[in-house]
């Protein structure tokens, strides 16, 4: 007999106790869409100024498949941008995560990849855009009533082109000057990723599974710059522009195994998850610079040719445990947990410059630096669920926290190190009104590290006039965060408000400072404290089964202390972000969805204001469900911009970036297996 999927519409979008679940396999834009397109397009979703992906304002821990990726930030983006929409069954938004990740400053984003039906499952995928990408991929999938095999094969291209000014005005004791720069950028990246995952079911109560994640990513970029000093007199005195050729890869390697055991009793259950994380980052970066007669704007003769090659090596490891055991059966439960992580950073930056006289390659040592970083964190987590009468439930819990890093510059004695214990509780208490109403209280301490990134010392002089590095005395930054939420599920609607109080101590901010030499130096500082007040919504309504639409929105209001306003000029402000989401469903084969984004982000110096970029996807399946189209419009109407202002105490800062992200992508999916509805089923009988 042939295989077949058999195939369930399920909404594109549901709504469960503070659970948000975007069900990818409905969306006509995931056909063609990596795992990055499609956050960017679900509720309570943005992404500050520097890319990374937030939940509710607020940094995310990522787990796929219910397991945590221990990667750094351009790990995880590398990743993301490489892991094919298609292969993501679900993602799943928790803004107020579980015990186990309770002290992460974020909520939780699962990726639920497709684990494919009994027998024999596959699906190709192939997709090209107007913008200069393609990508081409497949998902294949056996299942036995035992072992559950399935892999993803995907590899990607894309082409991105972009501009970006800045207006400068730099104020001295006896002069005012301003500073102009004008650039463009062309990214190419080719990113193939491999997913394989293994699952063995021993007995009823013991599975176990290995997962191989690698993916890499091969860019070659290149920006040409122009720099324009003007005096006080609104004169340009000096003019140079600067071209940057950069080409490297990133390869990451990521085996995990899981084990799991469940116990006769009902609620008592056991996991254990390790993994390794192993890689490099490679990046060769060219630069040549030219300097202009100001008047004439041709070559005054003067230039200069350097170069910097970055090297990182990194070795994460994770081992971690849940246990969770009933006390009185369903009344109480205790949860607990333990695990260590590791981090192993070995890193290198060599620059060098020209001797044109000699025509030789110099050794720039104070651009150089080699040093290693190392870091341990332990744990221990116990906890208690009780199941209270009336419709109460109260989880409480507490985590003690040991962490130990040492950053070790290499030939030389240690420059950085630290030791800290933290001990971090929460506790989350919920009321059932009733089948409509629910309310809940959440308090949680959380804990953000410095990353290696933000303790590496290496100057990177991309641009000559804005150094950048970052700071090995940087101290942990704690929080107390409380949060009110309430819910609304009636029928054909549902509603989801959330307040919420957050005392931010220590906070590890980038900050930008003007030299008296008129160069600027961006690194990281932590400043005393500030108070977060925010508020949340996220509601849904079904006008029928064919119409549905959701709209999310979250504001968050920055105080800073008195004492960092007076000396470092910090400023107040509030960040803004919403989406909304619509669905159209006229048929089982026919379905249209998309969403339109804003966001305004505040920061100690300043806000950073996008425009509004939307995501259009409309599909159709051919030949009973098989053959699969589907078209994306991204940003059709205009491109993605950014633009920032900062203020110093003696500068100020206007800058505008734009990046060509108009695509209209056409993607055609086959699937390899006949797909039937449960209503073409025979013999009348329902599956559970």
């Known amino acids: 007999l042939q295989n077949v999927v058999v195939y369930v519409e399920k909404p594109l979008l549901e709504n469960k106790d503070g659970k948000v679940t975007f069900n990818a396999g409905e969306s006509a834009l995931s056909a063609g869409s990596t795992t990055a397109d499609m956050l960017k397009t679900l509720p309570l979703i943005s992404n ?47 803004q107020n995560p579980p015990p186990e990740y309770g002290t992460d400053a974020g909520g939780v984003i699962n990726i639920v990849t497709k684990k494919g039906k009994v027998g024999f499952t596959g699906r190709l995928n192939v997709s090209a855009g107007t913008r200069g990408e393609a990508n081409l991929g497949a998902n294949l999938g056996y299942r036995t009533s035992k072992w559950n095999i399935s892999g993803t094969v995907n590899t990607g291209a894309s082409l991105l082109l972009g501009y970006n000014n800045s207006y400068r005005n730099n104020y001295f004791t006896d002069s005012t000057n301003q500073f102009i720069t004008e650039g463009n950028f062309e990214n190419r990246n080719i990113r193939p990723n491999i997913r394989l995952q293994v699952d063995y079911d021993y007995s009823k109560r013991h599975q176990f599974s290995l997962v191989l994640q690698t993916n890499n990513n091969w860019f070659d970029n290149e920006s040409n ?82 170069r910097q090659i970055t090297e990182n090596k990194y070795l994460n490891t994770q081992l971690r445990f849940t246990y969770n055991r009933p006390l009185v059966d369903k009344v109480l439960y205790l949860n607990t947990g333990a695990g260590v992580t590791t981090t192993h950073n070995d890193n290198n930056l060599a620059s060098s410059y020209l001797d044109k006289g000699a025509n030789e390659w110099l050794t720039a040592p104070l651009l150089s630096n080699s040093f290693v970083f190392d870091q341990q964190v332990y744990y221990l ?36 190190s630290n030791q800290y214990v933290n001990w971090l509780p929460g506790f989350n208490l919920r009321k059932e009104l009733n089948k409509e109403h629910n309310l809940a209280l959440v308090y949680r301490k ?8 933000e303790l590496n010392p290496a100057v990177d002089y991309g641009d000559p006039y804005n150094w950048r590095f970052g700071n090995p005395g940087l101290s942990p930054s704690g929080a107390h965060n409380f949060d009110f ?46 108070k977060e007040y925010e508020a949340s919504m996220w509601s849904g309504y079904s006008f029928s089964k064919t119409v549905r639409i ?49 966001s305004n982000f505040a920061d100690p110096q300043g806000r950073t204001r996008s425009n509004i970029n939307s995501n ?73």
């Open 485 to 530: 939420n309430y819910g609304y599920t009636k029928g054909k609607s549902f509603f989801n408000a959330s307040l919420g109080f957050n005392l931010v101590e220590d906070i590890i901010a980038s900050i930008r400072t003007l030299q008296p030499d008129g160069k600027t130096f961006v690194t990281y500082q932590n400043i005393a404290s500030r």
């Open 225 to 306: 710059t122009a720099f324009k000093n003007i005096n006080r007199f609104g004169e340009l005195w000096r003019l140079s522009v600067r071209n940057i050729a950069s080409q490297g890869h990133g390869p990451n390697v990521n085996p995990q195994f899981t084990w799991d055991w469940k116990s006769k009793r009902q609620g008592e259950n056991f996991r254990l998850v390790s993994s390794i994380s192993v890689g490099e980052y490679y990046n060769d970066r060219n630069f040549f610079q030219r300097f202009l007669d100001p008047v004439s704007q041709q070559p005054s003769g003067l230039d200069s040719f350097q």
């Open 446 to 453: 959380s804990i953000r590290r410095p990353t290696a990134g």
């Open 381 to 416: 987590r116990s906890g208690l669920t009780w199941q209270m009468k009336e419709g109460w439930r109260l989880v409480a819990y507490v985590q003690p926290e040991w962490t130990a890093y040492n950053l070790v510059n290499k030939g030389i004695t240690v420059s950085a």
């Open 616 to 688: 259009f996807g409309i599909q159709y399946k051919f030949f009973d469900r098989r053959l699969i189209v589907a078209f994306n419009a991204i940003d059709p109407f205009t491109p993605q911009e950014l633009t920032t202002t900062t203020f110093g105490k003696n500068f100020d800062l206007n800058s505008f970036r734009s990046s060509r992200t108009r695509n209209f992508r056409l993607t055609l999916g086959w699937q390899l297996n006949k797909v039937v509805s449960p209503k073409g089923l025979s013999g009348g009988k329902k599956s559970k």
């Open 550 to 598: 959701n709209l999310s929105a979250g504001y968050t209001y920055n105080q800073y202390t008195e004492a960092d306003r007076q000396r470092f000029g910090y400023r107040n402000g509030g960040s803004f972000y919403t989406t909304l989401n619509y669905n159209l469903t006229f048929s089982g084969v026919f379905s249209m969805d998309g969403s339109l984004r804003f």
């Open 48 to 94: 500050d100024p520097n890319g990374k992906i937030l939940l509710r304002g607020k940094e995310p821990r990522i787990l796929i498949d219910d397991k945590p990726v221990d990667l750094n930030g351009q790990q995880l983006a590398d990743l993301l941008e490489s892991l094919p929409g298609g292969s993501i069954e679900r993602i799943e938004l928790m």
